[in-house]
């Protein structure tokens, strides 16, 4: 169904929750006072370590990945999504206002954002409020506090964690989880930056986004964890020991997330490099926290961080959307007039760091594979502290643009150089960062000899100072206005809401005490630095930019990291003996009490809330669901023979297009060569253009153009869907332009470059090699799908394990073979760039639809016509063994799966509600409350008919595949209430009904399409699914039972846990390395 289908389109894998990032090199690139990443991005190689509370289950290979969509992602601003009618309540009246509490601050209408926006302060606590009132009806809530940790022990991480389980109000286990099962949130989390905690909802249905922010309120002002050590331990650390003859372990969620982190590279880079930057203040501690440092944690620092920070005084409220203003602020002096004013403000200040007078150098061991090939591992990164003070806007603006035209595309001339030297595999390093008090710039590189780090030190260096006294290219200029204005103008935030990216812009200046509204207003400043570059030349606006913050600034650490394949065995080693010094200072009786106090703690966790408490999380009843499904207008017709499918919807003059081809006449041999045959389309050049021209052009016509697979199994047909999707989008006046650029890609692209064609293949290892450890999830999740089902093998072959192995050959194959390589990607050309099964996807209004009709049937004129497709039969899958991938990592990512359909089960909708039910329930209790693992969930690809359990940062193997085989008891033996059953089905309605701005719209009506989804099925899953009842969940036993019996298990973990896993289970796993 829908859901399942955007899942796997838009999703990613890597790291953190979170639908459509694209997935160029360099994900994102920004304009510094325009919307940055959104925190559910996290950029690997940014300074900014957040940390968010729930790692959400993006569990699908990323074969479907839009790649290199606009390397300039589109980001929240502010362009309002619909036809604005400027009558916006003017936020609430004074008066009432004065009455509740609350003094009016200010008051602008912000064009940008077509929003009235008023700042409060609360009288009697300082609270500061921002109320933006529009049309919007994705409503957003957020809480943010100051909260700045003096040591690395995770005090606001924990806390972030803590907060959520159970208040005052609400006094269950985890209120979050009730949220997250029963309600239409369209965004629900947690963050902790450096030095600030956020805590946003979203929601379109107004109560339930009123029942959002009364549960959230209560739990920052009045959590339980405060009164509760066990809260503390769950979340933070504990020690736990079974039976007093065992050995001590450490557990927490928080402390085992953290253990995550600190086993990957560009992290560790991204820590040490933020950390020696900030030496003296708040930055040069990790809000994180250190897994070696989590443990001198103790619960009264805990409680007195909680009692100073969490506080009105210290808070910044923000709400957004189209709700009535009055209504926020009546719940808000509910809250607020419960507290005096506190010393907080001044106590959570940011000091500035002051900068040094020399550069600083580092050199630190991260852990690496044992046996592996070290000489090429080795990483490099310079950065810079901008300035001792915040920039102001202007600066800050022109230095995100100049961040954009040194790194924003692979034709940035900064990123170029850096890839073509062959110094190094892959870009470190975020360019310009601007979301702490102070900005800053890193660049670098990885995948590089030990001899060659001065050489890299040498080139960043030279390149910046020739930048400097060259300037840039004027159509290069002309590119980066064009991508980062059709970008505001698009204001195409994802799935994350508008408002939500919004609140995370304003943030990042107010949380300093700056005014919350200026950084939404882009349009003067752009339009400014459009005519000093106009007028003065690139040369003369960024040189002196790059001279003084950059090339003349002795506030420089450069930080070189070592592969030590050591480190991660040393480190256990330091943790067992840590903990066998604590065991050994235990008498009997405290060995005894702890062993007792392990299973009090287990024993509560898995005890479910009682009703009453349950009951007190408010819920919408199932008269407030809408009964149909959300209807995307479609039509379809021909040209020529070829599907055309258009959707008329408002997209603010922007057309949307995707071209589809038919993969099926596709050699098997050349599958895995698909991925670099679509990043050579858009990145190799034609007989005419070189790359570089290629891209600008792209860049200055267009809002950006991706290629990438797509493969997905088809419900009830042994041959899966695969097909190459091109996807464009443009202002509709260039419409024929877009047309016209995507025919340049597929039929006058050359693939001639042997050299870039080798840059292309290093880049994509050095990925997935970063995927296997940062994402293992995922990549259990492609391994066991291959095993399972033929689509499955194509998507791995394509972006699992077995593409790293084909990238390893081929790196060295381009060297002695390119004519055979070169060759083969004609083939593929041929094979797939055809007027015969070709589909073209349009998503636009009426008018803007009518009036493309003539450039697609002009494009599709132009296309080949070859012989009609032939499929080949592939029937390929990866041996049906269990498999342990093993890798230098602290925590493990495990899996199990099995193919239900072919134990007879048929699909019905409330397979949807049972899947969320038992990882919000069963899993989440199990493998990450009780386990201590960050993530635990299960998919049910109802395509394929795989049902896949999967665990994220898991200290655990074998005891979590136990916890996964009893699924089928825990819903045999299963009670549940009307409540729970409604709140479950509600929740699963929230999933299936998620928030889509108009191109998701299309796209996913897209995939409908093409997976052969009709309307008459989405309407019989979604009443289907509205007439769940306890009987089914029974039911669905057999089918999870399944994979408990036939099920494959894959695990992506460390040597040390396979070797006992595989002492106790002899020859359970086959042990597979690949890095
Ligand atoms: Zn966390």
Redesign the pocket.
Known sequence: MERAVVLRSLSCTPLVCTRLFPRSSRRLSRLSSLPKRHPLTPNQRSLIRR???LFSPSSRPLHHLPRHFSSFSPRAIATSPVPSSPEFSAGADDDVAQKLGFEKVSEQFIEECKSRAVLYKHKKTGAEVVSVSNDDENKVFGIVFRTPPKDSTGIP?IL??SVLCGSRKYPLKEPFVELLKGSLHTFLNAF?YPDRTCYPVASTNTKDFYNLVDVYLDAVFFPKCIEDFQTFQQEGWHYELDNPSEDITYKG??FN?MKGVYSQPDNIMGRISQQALFPNNTYGVDSGGDPQVIPKLTFEEFKEFHRKYYHPSNARIWFYGDDDPTERLRILSEYLDMFDASMAPSESKIRPQKLFSEPVRIVEKYPAAEGGDLEKKHMVCLNWLLDDKPLDLETELALGFLDHLMLGTPASPLRKILLESGLGDAIVGGGVEDELLQPQFSIGLKGVSKDDILKVEELVMNTLKSLAEEGFDSDAVEASMNTIEFSLRENNTGSFPRGLALMLRSIGKWVYDMDPFEPLKYQKPLMDLKARIAKEGSKAVFGPLIEKFILNNSHRVTVEMRPDPEKASRDEEVEREALNKVKASMTEEDLAELARATHELRMKQETPDPPEALKTVPSLSLNDIPKKPIFVPTEIWDINGVKILQHDLFTNDVLYTEVVFNMGSLKQELLPLVPLFCQSLLEMGTKDMDFVQLNQLIGRKTGGISVYPFTSSVRGKEDPCTHMIVRGKAMSGRTEDLFNLVNCILQDVQFTDQKRFKQFVSQSKARMENRIRGSGHGIAAARMDAKLNVAGWISEQMGGVSYLEFLQILEKKVDKDWDEISQSLEEIRRSLVSRNGCLINLTADGKNLTNSEKFVSKFLDMLPNSSPVESVTWNARLPSINEAIVVPTQVNYVGKAANVYETGYELKGSAYVISKYIGNTWLWDRVRVSGGA?GGFCDFDTHSGVFSFLSYRDPNLLKTLDVYDATGNFLRELEMDDDTLTKAIIGTIGDVDSYQLPDAKGYSSLLRYLLGITEEERRRRREEILSTSLKDFKEFAGAVEAVKDKGVVVAVASPEDVDAANKERPNFLEVKKVL
């Open positions: 940390h968010l509370r991480h972030e964690h902790t969620v928080v997330e960050y």
